[in-house]
């Protein structure tokens, strides 16, 4: 299904409406859950080639496995320890660390915000619904920060989280979790994250054709958790106040924009240092389009200046 009907084209700049325009509208429904996958890892390559930047080289690239969890560390050239770990999107079911565009994007910001990057393949739904993806980024956090039992030759004490779409629910949710490491981290990172799965959680967009699909994505991850639990649900956590400091990068036809700006205005309220940015003409998944398209484009350069500025804030003064 295409993310976008006529109405909402006819309004989006150029290339987001050329971009949507070509997506297939394949039906998809007599594919089984891994072969879903599969084409929905295609088509996500295609587009990472025709649409974004090509991957930028970094000092060094490895597979590693923390806390039974598989793992890609990006290191840049000139490291000085500071980490940074990232939870890639697809709705809860979809995207791995092996796709074009997450491996694009670590290695930018690898090399752009001076930090190793470490990309966490997270289980998936519906084979492995809440809190199975949960635990897993919780359980990499826990072991990244404080010390380097890991053994990365990182500093434990410099530190940050980040997530895409249901990469950027799972980062929020880790702050929310009892003995959260969040007191701890250097800044949290938030793309067009999905903050509420409740139905009333998103906006109406009009002409947006996803939330039907959001709806159901959501229904298949929690099973049988309600949606106002405050781990599946971060904008409903009672107390934000350890939150640590967070940029939201939000998108202006994404039904998933409402709750993310909820969410900055309670951290806010709860005085945590927070600044959120919005796209302006920008889709759900679009701030990938870094070749196409301008905005996308000073997104990612941006998301790198905001690490350094995290990790190396002798480096910003």
Excluded at 228 to 240: E, K, T
């Amino acid at each position: 299904m295409k993310p976008a009907d006529a109405e909402l084209i006819d309004v989006l700049p150029e290339p987001v409406a050329r971009f949507v325009r070509e997506q297939p509208d394949d039906d998809l429904s007599g594919l089984t859950v891994v072969e879903r996958r599969r084409y929905s890892l295609a088509l996500a390559d295609l587009n990472h080639v025709r649409y974004g930047r090509a991957a930028v080289d970094v000092a060094s690239v490895r597979d590693v496995t923390i806390a039974g969890v598989r793992c890609r560390l990006y290191t840049p050239d000139d490291w000085r320890g500071a980490l940074h770990l990232h939870l890639h999107g697809g709705g809860f079911w979809a995207g791995t660390i092996d796709e074009l565009v997450t491996d694009a994007a670590c290695r930018r910001r690898a090399r752009d915000g001076g930090v190793a990057v470490l990309a966490i393949e997270y289980r998936l739904a519906p084979e492995h619904p809440f809190p199975a993806g949960l635990h897993d980024a919780f359980a990499v956090a826990s072991a990244s920060i404080g010390s380097d039992d890991v053994g990365l030759g990182h500093d434990p004490d410099n530190v940050s989280v980040g997530g895409v779409s249901a990469g950027g629910n799972l980062a929020a949710a880790v702050c929310v979790m009892p003995e959260s490491p969040a007191p701890r981290l250097r800044g949290l990172l938030l793309e067009v994250p999905a903050l509420d799965l409740s139905p009333e959680g998103l906006l109406v967009v009009p002409g947006s054709t996803e939330t039907a699909e959001y709806e159901a994505l959501a229904v298949a991850y929690l099973g049988r958790t309600a949606a106002s639990d405050p781990l599946a649900s971060p904008v409903r956590a009672d107390d934000l106040s350890s939150f640590p400091p967070t940029h939201i990068r939000v998108s202006q036809h994404d039904v998933l924009r409402g709750s993310a700006e909820t969410f900055a205005r309670r951290l806010e309220h709860a005085g945590v240092p927070v600044t959120s940015e919005t796209t302006e003409g920008a889709l759900h998944g679009v701030l990938s389009l870094d070749r196409v398209w301008e905005p996308a484009r000073r997104w990612q350069d941006e998301a790198g200046r905001i690490l350094r500025t995290w990790h190396h804030p002798e480096q910003s003064s």
